[in-house]
Every structure is written in structure tokens, then in C-alpha cells.
């Protein structure tokens, strides 16, 4: 059962963090101490400690306007959550908001997903059709400044993230730095309403073999899979290709309705794993008919995170589908969404998922059954043709992204593979049978 239900969202995002710190409550306020300091003081000698302290930068600091109570205490929430690992945050309003549109699946901005590494700001993925897509930013990117600020000057993610958004028809210019090539790249985009489809490029390959892209995990792709599917298997297809590829993730309820349809009811499908023994959640397919089985194929690669690694995962670790690619990106746990006053959340992880046989991909990362690794050029620009698939003149394309659209090795590989299971009447896969 879960610990805190009705009053959270589960979610599975890449985000970041920074600051060093734990606040404790103090008359309505939360403030941030360095707790290595005092580790064995109690929460109400801790927090009388802290409210002195506070006390005394508010009563001695020379900017006396810097250190409000309010300020002090917002530093505060801040340091002690986003100090935890760097997908725990403290949201105010304005971020809060900008949070729920990235679950609803639509906002403004120029469409890039990014994350911290080592203190860089390091694009994951641009979103399809997106400003940044369009513009050439690609996987692995570093942004190191914007409006000619550098990013080390704002020193919070989340910052950056609100200036790369806001309203459509405004622009913003992006410095980056692309360690394939050395190169500094100077880039000024037009914001747009960014709108998250997330189900994809549904169609009928060779030989009725079905393909469906998933872009992301939002409120509506569970559904959205599911009509898709309908299509593919009133269209005859016999078996199926699931690309991953390039997929940050998003809901954890989302990934375990994509993957339902594939399990027998009440099958486990991913459970997590909180600090108590009791606070292990089961997650298991729905009561319904009869599962569909058909043989599956799924593609990931380096920028497919969270719950794109539950979907591989799960099938992965019951037998239910080869896996083609890279290794996924390995991020494993589970934040759970408080709502707070004024509008405000936090974002705290409560919990680590496992596959149903009980691994962690956590910093691991789901590993192929066959692994085809990309060069960066591969992977640029075939990123670009999965994200416009209605062109299929060459002409056209070679006209619209300067190049000449490339073979797709992974596809063609999970392609391969599927045929072979038609052809020879089944493959028996390491880590589960169906």
C-alpha cells in the first residue's frame, strides 16, 4: 500500500540539485544548517540551534536586505532538499507550475531536456519538432550561457530552465559548448508552445512487422499507446517494435500502463522500494482479458531514462522482448510530488524501482540483448529523421536537415531479429520466459 496515497503524484524525471544543507521547521519557517555539524541533537534542539543562527545573520549580516526571514528561509528549503541527490527540489510557485505543464505535456520554451553532470548543464535530448531540434542541438550538448550570462553565474538548474522558457514569439540565445567537436556554438531561437505528442510515428513496416515511437511518459501516453496498438493490430500487424530511444521519461504510472496490455492480470510489473520494508508498492497490470502476445522488439539507447527503463525493464526481465541499442541512461528511482502552501511542491525521492525480478537499474541502467552502438553524427541525425517521419522525399529532406537521411543499424537490427523469431518460431531470452 502506499505510504502517503492521494496525496502525491509518483514521477520519474531527469532534474538537478545543489545546494548543501537540512532545514527543520521553526515557527512556520524552514531553515537550512549544515548537519554534519550537531549529528546527534534531536529535531527540537536541532531546530533551536538553527533558529539562533538565523537569528543572527538577520540581526548582523551587512545587507540587511538580502537576509529576510522569507529569504533566509527559501535558501533554506532549497539547500536541504536539493542537497539530497540531484532529483530532489524545493518548487516555488513559478517552478511548481512549470513542473505541472511538463506532466501535462505542454508549455512554452525552445524544447530541450536537460540535466546536471558534474556541475554542467548538459543537454539530454531535444524534444521533436522543437525550436532546439530544429536549430541542430543535439544529445550531449553543454549550454554554458544564455542572453550572454554564464550558467555558473545563476549556480540552480532550475533557474536556468526559467529562462530558457517563457512566452511564445519571445526569443533566446543560447551559448553551447559540443565536446565532439570542440566547438562553441552561438544559437538565438524563437520560443514556442511547446506540445508533447507523446506516441509517435505509428506505422506498418515491412512484412507487417508494427513500429510505434514513445517520446515521453505524460498523463495521456498510456492512452495514447493503447489506441495506437488497437491500430497496429486491427492493420494485421504480427509483431512489434517499441522505440525508446531518446525518451527522458515521466510518469511511472504511465510506464506501467504502456506495458500493461503485454502482462496477465495482476502480473508484476515494477515495484519500488522506500527507506522501511513496509514501504515496498507493488505495481502489476490491470484485471482485463486476455494479454497480447506478439513477439516485441524494443529500442533504447544512452538518452532513454526512468520510466522508458521501467517499459524496457519489465519486458526485458520477463522474457517478453528483445532489447536493441545501448545501455539505458540508469536512472532508478522513484520522487514523489508534495503540494505546499502559496503554490509551492517539493520533489523528494522516496523510493528506488525494481524490475519484477528484483534488479535495480539505478546508476546500472537496462543493458541490451543486442547492442548496436551509434557514432554522435548516427545519432544526430537519425534523431532528427525519427522526428519528422511524414518526409519521405528524399528531396525534400536533403533540402529541410542538409543531409541525406542515414540507415537506422538499430532498427534494422530489431528488425532482423524479429523476422528471425517469425521465421524460426521463437528466441528464448535471458532473464525471463513469456
Do not use: C
Request: net charge negative; glycine share 10%; proline share 4%.
Amino acid at each position: 500500500m502506499p505510504t502517503v496515497a492521494g496525496m502525491f503524484k509518483r514521477i520519474l524525471t531527469l532534474t538537478t540539485g545543489a545546494l548543501l544543507g537540512i532545514a527543520l521547521s521553526v515557527a512556520g519557517l524552514r531553515v537550512a544548517v549544515a548537519w554534519n555539524l550537531w549529528p546527534n541533537r534531536d529535531l527540537a534542539r536541532s531546530a533551536a540551534y538553527v533558529k539562533e543562527v538565523m537569528r543572527l545573520v538577520n540581526e548582523n549580516y551587512v545587507d540587511e536586505k538580502a537576509v529576510t526571514h522569507d529569504q533566509l528561509a527559501r535558501s533554506a528549503l532549497h539547500g536541504m532538499i536539493e542537497s539530497l541527490d540531484p532529483h530532489s527540489e524545493f518548487l516555488e510557485k513559478k517552478d511548481n507550475q512549470e513542473f505541472e505543464e511538463d506532466i501535462t505535456g505542454e508549455f512554452g520554451g525552445v524544447g530541450i531536456q536537460v540535466e546536471t553532470r558534474q556541475n554542467r548543464v548538459v543537454v539530454i535530448a531535444p524534444l521533436a519538432g522543437s525550436p532546439g531540434e530544429r536549430a541542430g542541438i543535439q544529445r550531449g550538448d553543454e549550454i554554458v550561457n544564455i542572453d550572454g550570462k554564464p550558467l555558473n553565474a545563476d549556480g540552480n538548474t532550475d533557474s536556468i530552465v526559467s529562462r530558457l522558457r517563457g512566452k511564445p514569439k519571445t526569443s533566446v540565445a543560447i551559448g553551447l559548448f559540443r565536446p565532439s567537436t570542440q566547438a562553441v556554438i552561438n544559437l538565438t531561437l524563437v520560443r514556442e508552445i511547446i506540445k508533447i505528442e507523446s506516441v509517435r510515428a505509428v506505422r506498418v513496416l515491412e512484412d507487417g512487422m508494427g513500429y510505434v515511437q514513445l517520446a515521453e511518459f505524460s498523463e495521456q501516453t498510456a492512452a495514447q499507446f493503447h489506441r495506437a496498438l488497437e491500430q497496429l493490430l486491427n492493420q494485421g500487424v504480427h509483431s512489434l517494435i517499441i522505440d525508446l530511444r531518446d525518451n527522458p521519461g515521466g510518469l511511472l504510472d504511465a510506464a506501467v500502463g504502456v506495458v500493461g496490455p503485454f502482462f496477465r492480470p495482476k502480473e508484476l510489473i515494477v515495484y519500488t522500494q522506500g527507506r522501511k520494508p513496509a514501504d515496498r508498492e507493488e505495481f502489476r497490470a490491470e484485471a482485463g482479458g486476455t494479454p497480447v502476445s506478439l513477439p516485441l522488439a524494443v529500442l533504447i539507447n544512452a538518452g532513454s531514462a526512468s520510466a522508458a527503463e521501467i517499459v524496457a525493464g519489465a519486458l526485458k526481465d520477463t522474457g517478453r522482448a528483445i532489447i536493441v541499442g545501448e545501455r539505458s541512461f540508469g536512472k532508478g528511482s522513484v520522487q514523489s510530488v508534495f503540494k505546499l502552501d502559496h503554490g509551492e511542491g517539493l520533489r523528494l525521492t522516496t523510493a528506488r524501482y525494481y524490475t519484477p525480478g528484483g534488479a535495480s537499474i539505478h546508476e546500472q541502467g537496462i543493458t541490451p540483448h543486442v547492442e548496436v552502438v551509434m557514432t554522435t553524427e548516427e545519432d544526430t541525425r537519425l534523431a532528427r529523421q525519427r522526428s519528422r517521419p511524414d518526409i519521405t522525399d528524399r528531396a525534400e529532406f536533403r533540402e529541410r536537415f542538409g543531409f541525406e537521411p542515414i540507415g537506422d543499424r538499430q532498427l534494422d537490427t530489431a528488425v532482423a531479429m524479429l523476422k528471425g523469431v517469425r521465421w524460426f518460431g521463437g528466441l528464448t531470452l535471458a532473464g525471463g520466459s513469456q
